[in-house]
């Protein structure tokens, strides 16, 4: 067998504007659609995807 090495909790940069950008939009459909799926089982939860949406909504107002 070989050996594997994996880099658990790496991260790789965003170099560009654009890759931001298109990482938040999908980021935001995410929580958009999360919050929808549980609006009418539970209130707290789908309040708590709205608000990390509209977070990540005003940071791609600003870029």
Known sequence: MNNQYCKVGSVT????????????EV?????????????GKDTQLGEFFNRKAQ?????????
């Open 55 to 63: 977070s990540i909504k005003k940071i791609l107002e600003s870029l």
């Open 13 to 24: 940069p965003i170099t560009s504007v654009n890759q931001a950008a298109s990482v938040l």
């Open 27 to 39: 980021m935001h459909n995410n929580f958009m659609e999360k919050a929808a799926s549980v609006a």
